[in-house]
């Protein structure tokens, strides 16, 4: 059973950054590893996505702002957030291929002052 665990969510003034983490507990390679996110009272959408060799899939909303980026030998993906607003406020979700989609619990990031 594989689980991935989060960090790094909180509290962020507008303007500010956030650094997510999501720790894969499995030895073998994952294919694609992204993070989604659920604002309240929305849908769950897409925010960024990176398959194993590398290739990055942003949401337009993320693009400018949000870095993703993974460590293969530790199964962990990364998602650097920059210049954060408002709007970014949601529960943010990790989520990894094998073969099946595999969500985490989810962090939650407010931005507000």
């Known amino acids: 059973q594989v689980q991935l665990v989060e960090s790094g969510g909180g509290l962020v003034q507008p303007g500010g950054s956030l650094r997510l983490s999501c720790a894969a507990s499995t030895i073998f390679s994952i294919n694609t590893m992204g993070w989604y996110r659920q604002p309240p009272g929305k849908q769950r959408e897409l925010v960024a996505a990176i398959t194993h060799g590398g290739y990055t899939n942003y949401a337009d909303s993320a693009k400018g702002r949000f870095t993703i980026s993974r460590d293969n030998a530790k199964n962990t993906v990364y998602l650097q957030m920059n210049s954060l607003k408002a709007e970014d406020t949601a529960v943010y979700y990790c989520?990894?291929?094998?073969?099946?989609?595999?969500w985490g619990q989810g962090t939650q990031v407010t931005v507000s002052s």
């Open positions: 989520n990894a291929d094998i073969g099946r989609p595999v």
